[in-house]
C-alpha cells in the first residue's frame, strides 16, 4: 500500500510547520490552486515525491520543458514558474512512490484567466491521456492501468457545482471509462468546513481532496474491485 498525502486549494497550518514530519506518507499528490512554496515545503519537510496538477488560481505553465541547460519556453531558456521539485502531471501520465497517475489541471472557463478551458478544450486535451494509455495497451501490452486520475475540477455532475465558475468537466466521464481509475481526487469545489460526499464513477471513488486527504493506495489495483482507504481527512476551515 502506498501513503498518500493529497492537498488542494486551502493551506493547512499543522502541514505548513515541522509538525507534518509526523505524517507517514510516501507520496504528495496536489490538485491545484496551491502557493508553489506550500507544495515545495510538503517535498522537502517529508522527503517523498511531488506530483501536482495547475488549478485556475496558477500560473500558466503550458509551454515549458526541462532541458539539459535548464527550463526552456518557446526554444528559448526561462525560468520555471512552478514549484520545484515537484512534477506536473497536467495532460501526462507519471510514475511515482509505485502508483501511476494521469493528471489534467485547470476549471472552466469563466475569465480571462490561466488554466481555463471550454468544455471541448478540454474535452480535446484530455485525448492525450486517453490515447497515451491505449498506445502502452496495444502496442506495448501494458495491461497494467492507471492508479490516480488527479484533477482540478470534478467531473460534471460528480461533486460540481452549478455556478459558472465550479461546473465540472463533460470529458472526464470519458477518461474515466477509459483509464479506469482507482481513484480521482480533485479539488476547486470549496465545501465550507463540512466533509463533502464521496461519489463513484464507473467504479472509480471520486474524493474531493480540499485542504487535505490521507489515504492509502494499492498498486496495480482495479477500480471498484479495490477502493482506496481514507485514514483521514480535513476540508475547509
Avoid at 502557493?35 to 506530483?51: G, H, I, Q, R
Avoid at 515549458?64 to 518557446?74: F, I, L, Q
Avoid at 469545489?189 to 463540512?194: A, C, K, L, S
Amino acid at each position: 500500500m502506498v501513503s498518500v498525502l493529497a492537498v488542494s486549494d486551502e493551506t493547512i497550518e499543522t502541514l505548513w510547520s515541522t509538525q507534518v514530519r509526523s505524517l507517514d506518507v510516501d507520496l504528495v499528490l496536489g490538485a491545484g490552486d496551491l502557493p508553489f512554496e506550500y507544495l515545495e515545503y510538503l517535498t522537502d519537510a517529508l522527503n517523498v515525491p511531488c506530483v501536482f496538477v495547475p488549478g485556475n488560481h496558477d500560473a500558466d505553465l503550458t509551454g515549458y520543458s526541462a532541458g539539459r541547460v535548464g527550463w526552456m519556453r518557446a526554444g528559448l531558456p526561462s525560468t520555471w514558474p512552478g514549484p520545484i521539485g515537484a512534477v506536473n502531471a497536467d495532460r501526462t501520465i507519471v510514475s511515482a512512490a509505485g502508483l501511476r497517475i494521469a493528471g489534467l489541471g485547470g476549471s472552466i472557463r469563466y475569465n480571462d484567466g490561466p488554466n481555463q478551458w471550454t468544455q471541448r478544450q478540454q474535452r480535446r486535451r484530455a485525448r492525450s491521456l486517453t490515447r497515451t494509455e491505449s498506445w502502452k495497451r496495444t502496442v506495448r501490452g501494458d495491461l497494467r492501468g492507471v492508479d490516480v486520475l488527479l484533477t482540478h475540477s470534478p467531473p460534471f455532475g460528480v461533486g460540481d457545482d452549478t455556478d459558472p465558475a465550479h461546473v465540472g468537466f463533460e470529458c472526464l466521464d470519458d477518461v474515466v471509462r477509459s483509464l479506469q481509475p482507482q481513484v480521482l481526487l480533485h479539488g476547486h469545489i470549496h465545501p465550507h468546513g463540512q466533509t463533502p460526499e464521496d461519489f463513484e464513477l464507473h467504479g472509480t471513488t471520486v474524493l474531493n481532496t480540499v485542504g487535505y486527504t490521507l489515504l492509502e493506495i494499492e498498486p496495480g489495483g482495479r477500480a471498484a474491485e479495490n477502493v482506496p482507504t481514507i485514514v483521514r481527512r480535513r476540508h475547509g476551515t
